[in-house]
């Protein structure tokens, strides 16, 4: 490719989405060039190390940009002048996949506004191609952006929160337009399809989110004590409140149990108070870094994330790939990385009962802790390797610039 990449979100850096910062990272080691751009700016309590630092210095932040009225009308005036047909085609795309209802009019008018401004910041700095990670609003200024500038876009699709409005967030219309779309999982795939026409399906394939495995290797002969870790957004969707509850039972049978909880959210206020009970058996770290995460997995003998609703969670292949064990349940695609019974469990989601059976198998037992580790690092290894991932959606990107897209979902599968 002669021209940059530009990566698009709604916020960037996140600490929450430290995936697609590592999907960069291995698409410039490839050697491309990424331009990074992001909808809103992200809150300092996101830039938890020197990486994201510098990830956030060097993002264009398009809300921030058009702020300045003078910028606004500049990239309008300049895209209306130079092929009014796009720039009214993508007036009408905006009044036509608009939501239903007053207020959600008004955001697509500023997402057209946005796209304008993104448009004329991707034309001036000469990109080839704009990739979306998730399929809500950011891609909804993505698809506007691509009908103004002309510039081709793709999106990344995670789920599950843009499976639960689909006609609101017009995944037909955004799949029909993009020119692939890459699924997080086969899961991921089968609701892409569900909502979009079957002329498209051939433009859905699969890349993982990946990690570095080497980011988190561990001694051949790790030991396995008592310590849980939980990762993630604190909110309702990760079912935090049943591992506490599940923590309450297992303490009383094994009093040197631990748990540490990383992130931060909405309920984590509810959730320190749900736990003053255990005392300081629980400890909530907030956000950590890359490396802070990585340290902490090796210090922990198994990963517990009891969620209601996931894509397939990165966390668990980190956990993985430090020879954890991971205790979680049956929803999205988690079963394509989670074999059940060989490298962790996976329990119905909301059974407390089952959640807190499979913690206690594997507290009583650490052989079972060190060949569902051994088994689950294999798998990362295997199938969710950033460095693979980011050369298939590189291939990706280049392949559809010329007009012709790999027949297979996988790399080098059938």
Same mark, same amino acid.
């Given at each position: ?108 008018? #500023?997402?057209?506004?946005?796209? $304008? *401004?993104?448009?004329?910041? &991707?034309?001036?700095?000469? @990109?080839?191609? /704009? =990739? ?97 870790? #939980?990762?993630?957004?604190?909110? $309702? *969707?990760?079912?935090?409140? &049943?591992?506490?509850?599940? @923590?309450?039972? /297992? =303490? ?109 198998? &594997? ?52």
């Amino acid at each position: 490719m002669t021209g940059p990449i530009a990566y698009l979100t709604g916020q960037y850096p996140r600490a929450t989405d430290t995936f697609i910062q590592r999907e960069v990272a291995a698409l410039r080691a490839h050697g491309h060039d990424v331009m990074t751009n992001t909808i809103r700016a992200t809150e300092a309590a996101h830039h938890v190390g020197p990486e994201q630092q510098a990830e956030f210095a060097a993002t264009f932040q398009v809300m921030n940009a058009c702020k300045n009225p003078l910028t606004l009308i500049r990239a309008h005036a300049a895209a209306l002048v130079r092929n009014p047909k796009r720039w009214v085609g993508a007036l009408a795309l905006a009044w036509r996949t608009k939501p239903a209802g007053i207020k959600a009019g008004l955001w697509q008018f #500023f997402y057209f506004l946005e796209a $304008g *401004v993104l448009a004329q910041h &991707l034309r001036a700095s000469g @990109v080839q191609h /704009l =990739h979306n990670h998730f399929a809500d609003s950011s891609c909804t200024v993505a698809m506007l952006s691509a009908q103004i500038s002309g510039i081709p876009y793709s999106v990344t699709m995670h789920g599950p929160g843009i499976f639960f409005e689909p006609l609101h967030w017009r995944i037909d219309e955004k799949i029909a337009r993009a020119s692939f779309v890459a699924c997080i999982s086969h899961f991921c795939r089968s609701q892409g399809m569900l909502f979009s026409d079957v002329a498209h399906w051939d433009k859905l394939k699969i890349v993982h989110c990946g990690i570095d495995p080497s980011k988190y290797d561990v001694p051949v002969e790790r030991s396995y004590g008592k310590r849980l870790l #939980f990762v993630g957004r604190l909110d $309702g *969707v990760k079912g935090v409140p &049943l591992l506490l509850d599940a @923590v309450t039972r /297992l =303490h009383k049978i094994h009093p040197e149990l631990e748990l540490v909880v990383v992130g931060d959210g909405p309920a984590r206020n509810d959730l320190e108070k749900q736990a003053l009970t255990l005392g300081q058996s629980v400890r909530f770290m907030g956000y950590q870094s890359q490396d802070a995460v990585a340290d902490i997995l090796s210090e922990t003998d198994m990963l517990v994330l009891p969620s209601f609703a996931e894509g397939v969670p990165v966390v668990l292949m980190e956990a993985m790939a430090a020879s954890l064990p991971v205790v979680t349940t049956q929803v999205g695609g988690i079963s394509e990385l989670v074999e059940n019974g060989v490298s962790g469990f996976i329990c119905p989601p909301g059974d407390l009962n089952t959640l807190t059976r499979r913690i206690d198998d &594997l507290l009583r037992d650490s052989a079972l802790c060190a060949r569902m580790g051994k088994a689950g690092r294999a798998k990362v290894v295997a199938d969710f390797d950033s460095r693979t991932e980011a050369a298939w959606l590189s291939m990706l990107i280049q392949t559809s610039l010329e007009g012709t897209l790999p027949d297979t979902l996988r790399p080098n599968l059938d």
